[in-house]
């Protein structure tokens, strides 16, 4: 192999090393690599390019590691599988932190692989050297500081491969959650001396284009016990503890509803048809639909003759969006059973059963039970459609009646759009083979409260509820979804301030895959949401404005123009619809503005 100036380059154990790791993960099943250029990490980000080159990988080339860090996210959300994300030493590696946390609460798989200084070179002041092992202890499923390679493997046969090829096997099935414990994040610390980087070994093909059933690495498969490695040490959380994975089984007799939180999946809705049950499914559950849906269910748990008499309630997910669910959920009177989803467990009355699957007894459904709820449901249903033509006056002789229905049909066309019109438009917009992602703002809560039932596949980073990285996550959604020239467009509604926490999402070098994506942003000058709170009635308005509020007057369409988006600001229902359903062929901002 010859330098860019025509130069032999030699062997390094850096190349070697990093080709058996990132060989083996492909092995594994690892299709996306999300990297962050840096010096400490060139060895793994060469032999990334060339995994790259020979079609074996899709990578993902991101400036700022928060960005790569939400956008590995966004993959193994939509994929199911982990995304590696490689980066430099120091700092890059805090910038991490936040999708670790938010893939750790909500159970999305990820892999972590960042460079590091050799432990000589640690704790005496050199340059970017940091405490690197151990960062993000407590938030992952499993971690090693790995040994520093030390030898040129000839023939990728050598012991230093052979422990990362098992490094990488258990990596991949700690990342991917096992019964016991759930997919999350997994962080390999990898120590490099130099030199960094050198000749790509001969072997590496042959060590990626393994299949995840050879035997020579299903002798490595130990389900993360880390008990083979050598001189590394370092590990964290890789105990299980058995578990009892028998269903529980649902007896007919209490008065039951089903609740969906955040990821919960269509199984709640399967339940709740099986059970003739109530289904209370938030807008980021993915359960958002069937018979059984109670629409407007936060006014329908104001209705004491229903709330007081449950005796039972059967929650999957992650539920956030309401506190009229968490009131209800931390009731003692209140037979509450948590099925095992992704994220963290959910206990928030101190008696709450964990199932790791649940089955519905044979027996007589309770109809009355179920029909209270759905009187009150069609009850506190809103309907957001803009109203139908008068066709009737539109064909009329009479010229006032045809001008008034002219009129009436002009002002639907030329209505402003708010928050309602907003969501309603992009809700129905969207079809199973799009996505949908919410951001942490004012219009997730705005969705959960008015739209109805429709079978989208959604996404929203409910974990922890922060801003962080919604654009990120998005774009991770768009890249695995559309893997294979699958069909659909990903959709990211957003408020203001959620784009702009995470602005530096929007670039994307020109050598990247261009996704099909619509950032919808609600512009509303600020963080409203506050309005909604208790400060509002207990801060004065300028001082809520100033420190809360964060008002601002950034300029979207000149943003989106610095990043190379596609820009369109609409003002009226009809545009908002039009700019929604026309043909998506890269990456869009619409802007949305709305009143306080």
């Not at 010096?39 to 020979?54: D, G």
Request: hydrophobic share 45%; charged share 20%.
């Amino acid at each position: 192999m010859t330098g860019s100036d025509g130069a032999a380059v030699e062997r390094a154990p850096a190349t070697d090393a990093a080709a058996a790791l990132l060989g083996a993960l492909v092995a594994r099943g690892v299709r996306h690599v999300v990297l962050s250029p840096g010096s400490r990490s060139q060895a793994l980000a060469l032999v990334a390019a060339e995994l790259e080159r020979r079609g074996l990988i899709r990578l993902h080339v991101r400036i700022d590691e928060r960005v790569a860090g939400f956008t590995a996210l966004g993959i193994g959300r939509e994929s199911g599988s982990p995304a590696a994300v490689i980066c430099t030493s120091g700092t890059a590696v805090a910038n991490l932190l936040p999708a670790v946390l938010e893939a750790h609460h909500s159970g999305v798989p990820l892999l972590l692989l960042t460079a590091d200084r050799p432990p000589e070179l640690r704790g005496i002041g050199a340059n970017q050297a940091t405490r690197q092992p151990g960062m993000f202890s407590g938030f992952v499923r499993f971690e090693l500081d790995v040994a520093t390679p030390g030898d040129v493997d000839p023939d990728g046969n050598g012991p230093e491969a052979g422990e990362l090829r098992a490094l990488a096997a258990d990596a991949v099935t700690a990342a991917r959650g096992t019964a016991s414990r759930p997919a999350g994040p997994v962080h390999l610390n990898l120590p490099y001396r130099n030199p960094l980087s050198g000749a790509l070994p001969p072997w590496l093909a042959d060590a990626a284009e393994a299949t995840e059933t050879d035997a020579a690495l299903d002798t490595f498969d130990d389900a993360a016990s880390g008990a083979h490695y050598q001189g590394g040490g370092g590990i964290g959380e890789a105990e299980e503890s058995p578990v009892d994975d028998a269903p529980v089984v649902l007896a007919r007799g209490p008065r039951t509803i089903v609740v969906a939180g955040a990821d919960a999946g269509p199984g709640a809705e399967e339940v709740a048809h099986l059970g003739a049950w109530p289904l209370i499914a938030e807008i980021v559950s993915g359960a958002r639909f069937g018979r059984n849906l109670v629409h407007g269910y936060r006014s329908v748990l104001g209705h004491p003759e229903l709330v007081d008499a449950i005796e039972r309630v059967v929650v999957f997910g992650h539920p956030t969006l309401s506190r009229e669910v968490v009131a209800l959920l931390s009731r003692r009177d209140v037979a509450v059973i948590a099925v095992t989803g992704p994220g963290e467990a959910l206990n928030l009355n101190g008696e709450t059963v964990a199932a790791p699957a649940v089955v519905v007894a044979d027996g007589e459904p309770d109809r009355a039970w179920l029909g209270a709820w759905m009187r009150a449901s069609r009850a506190a249903s809103v309907d957001l459609s803009p109203a139908a033509p008068d066709v009737d006056g539109l064909a009329s002789a009479v010229p006032q009646e045809r001008l008034g229905a002219i009129s009436a049909e002009v002002a639907v066309l030329r209505a402003p759009v708010d928050r309602g019109a907003l969501v309603d438009a992009v809700w129905r917009a969207s079809w199973p083979h799009d996505r949908l992602v919410f951001a942490s703002s004012r219009l997730v809560r705005v969705a959960d409260s008015v739209l109805g039932g429709k079978k989208v596949p959604v996404h929203a980073n409910r974990g922890l509820a922060g801003i962080d990285g919604i654009v990120a996550t998005g774009i991770g959604v768009a890249l695995a979804s559309q893997d294979g020239s699958a069909a659909g467009v990903t959709r990211v509604l957003a408020g203001d301030l959620s784009l702009l926490h995470d602005v530096g999402a929007l670039l994307l070098p020109g050598a990247e895959h261009e996704p099909r994506i619509q950032v919808i942003v609600g512009n509303d000058g600020g963080g409203t949401i506050f309005d909604g709170l208790e400060v509002a009635d207990t801060a004065p308005r300028e001082a809520a404005d100033r420190v809360l509020l964060t008002p601002h007057e950034t300029r979207l369409e000149q943003l989106a123009l610095a990043y190379g988006w596609e820009y369109r600001r609409v003002t009226t229902r009809s545009a908002l619809d039009q700019a929604l359903t026309s043909p998506v062929g890269g990456r869009q901002l619409i802007e949305v503005p709305l009143t306080r």
